[in-house]
């Protein structure tokens, strides 16, 4: 959390315990704090060239289907990305991004 979002939740309090501040007040800025605090915390998503998908794909050991199969797309959908015809979406590239820094295993339940 930023120092200012710290201090503007100290000051909140301050204000809380003397009563200035209303309970739903000071649980919203306690609410907001927090997400603001996992939105920092959440890493950009990197676009990737049908090369890098190819390589990150190869790096796993994972064949095309496998790969499509943990992204809940088409194999043919993979290919096409890898051949720079198609590019995934946001959500597939958060997906790629996340096996590309954590492996396969965190899709493995």
């Known amino acids: 959390m930023s120092r200012r979002m710290k201090r503007m939740v100290e000051e909140a ?3 809380h315990a003397i009563g200035v501040m209303s309970d739903t007040d000071f649980n919203e800025i ?3 704090a927090k997400q603001a605090e996992i939105n920092d915390r959440i890493a950009a998503v ?3 060239s049908g090369e890098e998908i190819k390589a990150l794909r190869v790096r796993w050991g994972m064949s095309q289907s496998v790969l499509a199969h943990t992204l809940g797309m088409s194999k043919e959908s993979v290919s096409k990305w890898e051949r ?3 590019k995934p979406s946001g959500p597939a590239l958060r997906i790629l991004n996340t096996l590309a820094s954590k492996g396969p ?3 493995v339940s």
Request: hydrophobic share 45%; glycine share 0%.
């Open 13 to 15: 309090k301050e204000l």
């Open 30 to 32: 306690k609410r907001l």
């Open 46 to 48: 990197k676009a990737m």
């Open 84 to 86: 720079n015809e198609i």
């Open 105 to 107: 295993e965190v899709f």
